[in-house]
């Protein structure tokens, strides 16, 4: 290993992006069961995975590793060393509920999806992006899929107090060459996609692309096509103990952009927030207690 302070998981996280798509696939294989799929046979390993087990052999090897043996010995190591260590148990997310009850088996989903996805974030990258969103000099298109527009919309509706210039581009197709028509050059158009990949959004991304536009991707850990057409790419991961995958790392990836671009535009912004609570006042849209 390249530190003895890094554990497995977080090598697999940290090389993710300068492994090939099949070793990617094996890593997400990995993750899922963490860390009792690292301790499977390689053969088990690679089936699970659906890649070769030479593919399984170059993926620990490029992560720092001689072969699997040594792979798995640092995994049961990582594993004995959370296991005896206090500090790495923690109570029961819902003190009521058993360990097993959906309460405290989703929380634990979401915590670690939410860790995973910090820990792959680049902080430059992230800043650069803010600063791209931050920009008066850029008008922003924020849109997303049949699911992701709910996100689309909570994150426009946050820029639209923090600046102007901010368009939310409505989830239905029929609508998007009106705004096509409307993008130039510089503009940016952030996209919200995860599985399963919408189609319509992907030829929103290439129409957009071919007209200048920078496009900001949110996706999840396995990456939507969109990808390829991306200045910016957030990988968040989503599974959860359900039927459906969990937005919530994808949340606190918003509201977290939101957080820096309020704090990099606070000059201006102040003043239009204080404009905005006096319409809001003079329109008596929200009940003041006194």
């Known amino acids: ?22 070793e990617r696939q094996l890593v997400n294989s990995l993750l899922k ?20 087990t030479p593919t399984v052999v170059r993926m620990v090897q490029k992560i720092g590793f001689k072969g699997f043996p040594e792979f798995q ?5 990582d594993l004995e060393a959370s296991i005896s260590n206090p500090i790495a148990k923690h109570e029961r997310w819902a003190a009521n509920a058993p360990d097993g009850h959906v309460l405290n088996r989703f929380a634990d989903a979401v915590v670690q999806n939410l860790h995973q996805t ?4 680049d902080p430059v990258e992230f800043d650069r992006c803010c600063a791209l969103l931050a920009d008066p000099a850029h008008r922003v298109f924020v849109t997303g899929g049949r699911i992701t527009s709910t996100l689309a919309e909570y994150l426009y509706r946050h820029l639209q107090m ?6 939310l581009v409505p989830a239905a197709a029929n ?43 949110v996706t999840d850990q396995w990456g939507s096509p ?7 790419r957030f990988n968040c991961r989503i599974e959860a103990p ?24 606070w000059k201006t912004t102040s003043g239009r927030m204080r404009d905005l609570e006096m319409l809001f006042d003079k329109t008596r849209l929200f009940r003041k207690f006194k």
């Open 33 to 52: 069961n963490w860390p009792v799929s690292g301790l499977a046979s390689i053969t088990a390993v690679a089936q699970k995975a659906e890649v070769s």
């Open 226 to 232: 969109i990808g390829r057409h991306a200045i910016h």
């Open 1 to 22: 290993m390249s530190s003895t302070e890094t554990t497995v998981d977080n090598l697999l996280q940290e090389r993710f992006e300068s492994l090939t798509r099949a």
């Open 242 to 265: 359900s039927a459906w995958d969990s937005n919530a790392s994808l949340l606190v990836l918003i509201e977290t952009m939101i957080a820096q671009i309020q704090s990099q535009t």
């Open 162 to 167: 923090v600046r102007s210039d901010v368009t």
């Open 73 to 77: 010995a640092a995994v049961r190591n």
């Open 175 to 217: 609508s998007w060459p009106h705004h096509l028509l409307d993008m130039k050059s510089g503009d940016v158009l952030m996209i919200f996609d995860i599985r399963r990949y919408e189609n319509d959004l992907l030829k929103l991304a290439e129409l957009a692309g071919q007209s200048g536009v920078e496009i900001v991707l």
């Open 118 to 121: 910090l820990h792959q974030i």
